[in-house]
């Protein structure tokens, strides 16, 4: 999966060029490399096995399903309905609480995210709501890269 | 009795809780003597030893067991299996003898936690200096939080939720009457870590860890160890008649990893492969759930029980929430479930969970179970379920001496 990986490796910059490096829109990375930020838009890209159509947002040796060993990328969807949540109130040192862990149903593909955009409690929580992926910065580096990540929003 | 039987002959546990003055070899050689103790035989009877611990996994903890209690030259098999350890220790020793390798031997669990929390291994990563990707997913960050939740009352909490989905009548209320249920049959279990009942609305009420899983409906760490003498049919034969009386049968010993489900690689599917372990277990015993005096399954949080009652075919398919308004699962219900108060009061020393239940049923088919005897128990179901995944389901029945 690395040699698929497109970050740029940050340059060094000069001072004398830095008032024109800030006028640029920042360097961003995806959060995780199955999230493809192109330029009509954020989506996920899975591993699919070309036997059965099973997806996995990781690589595999051979298909968990069926055992088949070739795979092709595939897009999955970026609507779904939310078939499983937990609202989390205690979570390790550094993350923000409480935040909603969602289940997504994106057309058959099983999607984990945190359902965001939304008051995290159950009354405002619901199962079988609709959704849509959406990506925020959470976060950059040293160098002003920014990292992008996804969760869901109610559509 | 058939000669290709396989029993239990003695059986014990600690009490659960915390034991800051000893460590888990110490609880381990109280169990396994207290086992040996409770067959009338001794180390020296013993073919095999299985021994089960997850955090002391590469320890030796049977090697280091047998300096305490006796260095016999016997094979150990050290086995770790998520919160299936101690079940898959006892299923060890249970294959050894059913392929004839062994005619006893002894099987182990123990672990001792201490007060590590529940949010351990969901440590976030330093944070990076510069991005760079990392692990199978490429992240950048720890996407812990980000990405949804890995921890456990989070993950059980949405598999909850799942069902809630798939299913009427199953909310909030529905998982925390499990976690009453457990509370109040723990009062009268004198190895329990925690014997305090709480109001409905207390358990409801107590501070939220991950909806719909209160701190009253999560299990909490603890220490503790429990053991088993597992003997042939054939060996027992020879034994006295008053030792052939308390012998507890092993119907079924079933242990399933869990097979591909499409939304397994994001959410742990803990239904599949308990509904496979039970279905397999029903069929070796040639029992069926409406036959179970009682039950012992895998609470590790409210949540969780609910599935079970599903997924062990205890209630109708999609019934679960029915099951628990109706009152079944309590210890005067029709299919008494965690009388001894479960792993929410309990306790659940990991590697020792899948023994002790064991313990409990074959504690109560002996009639021995005092204040929490539920009454002419015959047949009885053991359940624990490690993600990652692994289940173990065992059907005991009373001796018909
Ligand atoms: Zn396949």
Redesign the pocket.
């Given at each position: 999966m690395a040699a698929t990986r497109t970050t740029k490796k940050p340059a060094k910059k000069k001072k004398t060029s830095a008032t024109r490096a800030r006028s640029k829109p920042p360097a961003r990375v995806p959060l995780v490399d199955y999230l493809v930020l192109g330029a009509n838009g954020a989506y996920l890209r899975a591993n699919e096995?070309?036997?059965?159509?099973?997806r996995f947002f990781d690589r595999r040796n051979?298909?968990?399903?069926?055992?088949?060993r070739e795979f092709k990328k595939a897009r999955v969807k970026s609507r779904g309905e939310l078939v499983g949540f937990s609202i989390v109130h205690r979570a390790a040192p550094g993350i923000a609480v409480p935040f909603v862990s969602g289940i997504v149903d994106c057309g058959g593909t099983t999607v984990r995210a945190n359902v965001i955009d939304v008051e995290a409690d159950p009354e405002h929580v619901k199962l079988g709501m609709k959704l849509a992926l959406a990506t925020y910065v959470s976060g950059s580096d040293d160098d002003g890269t920014e990292c992008v990540a996804f969760g869901y929003a109610p559509a | 009795m058939s000669t290709d039987s396989v029993w239990i002959l003695g059986t014990n546990m600690t009490p659960f809780g915390r034991y800051p003055d000893r460590d888990a070899v110490d609880l381990a050689a109280a169990a396994a003597l207290g086992a040996l103790d409770d067959g009338r035989v001794t180390i020296h009877d013993m073919d095999i030893l299985g021994c089960g611990t997850l955090f002391q996994a590469s320890a030796g903890m049977g090697q280091q067991l047998q300096k305490q209690i006796g260095q016999t030259g016997i094979p150990v098999y050290n086995v770790s299996n998520a919160c299936a350890t101690g079940a898959t220790a006892l299923r060890t020793v249970i294959m050894a003898i059913k392929a004839g390798e062994a005619e006893m031997g002894l099987a182990v669990g123990v672990e001792q936690m201490g007060k590590m929390g529940l949010l351990a291994g969901a440590e976030k990563k330093p944070s990076k200096h510069v991005f760079a990707p990392e692990g199978r997913y490429g992240a950048v960050q720890s996407v812990d939080g980000l990405l949804g939740t890995a921890t456990m009352p989070g993950v059980f909490g949405q598999a909850g939720m799942q069902y809630a989905h798939d299913n009427d009548g199953v909310g909030f209320e529905q998982f925390a009457k499990v976690a009453y249920k457990n509370h109040k049959h723990s009062t009268l279990n004198p190895l329990a870590q925690y014997r305090k009942e709480f109001p409905l609305a207390d358990v409801m009420g107590s501070p939220m860890m991950s909806y719909p899983n209160t701190l009253l409906m999560c299990c909490p760490t603890g220490d503790g160890a429990a053991a088993a003498v597992v003997v042939s049919g054939e060996r027992l034969q020879s034994m006295p008649k008053r030792v052939q009386k308390r012998a507890v049968k092993v119907s079924a010993s079933v242990l399933t990893s869990d097979p591909y489900v499409e939304s397994g690689q994001v959410q742990p599917d803990v239904n599949t492969l308990t509904r496979r372990a039970a279905t397999e277990a029903y069929e070796a015993a040639g029992v069926g759930p409406e036959d179970l005096d009682l039950v012992e399954l895998h609470d590790c949080f409210a949540t969780a029980e609910l599935l079970h009652y599903d997924n062990l075919q205890l209630c109708e398919e999609g019934g679960a929430g029915d099951f628990i308004d109706s009152g079944a699962p309590f210890r005067d219900g029709s299919t008494p479930v965690n009388v001894s108060g479960g792993l929410i009061s309990k306790g659940h020393p990991i590697g020792a969970t899948g023994i002790a239940n064991v313990y409990e049923v074959a504690t109560h088919l002996r009639g021995e179970a005092g204040d929490r005897q539920i009454k002419r128990a015959k047949v009885g179901l053991t359940h624990v379920i490690g993600l990652g995944s692994s289940c173990g389901v065992h059907i005991l029945e009373k001796a018909a001496v």
């Open positions: 096995c070309k036997s059965c159509g099973a051979a298909c968990a399903a069926c055992g088949g | -």
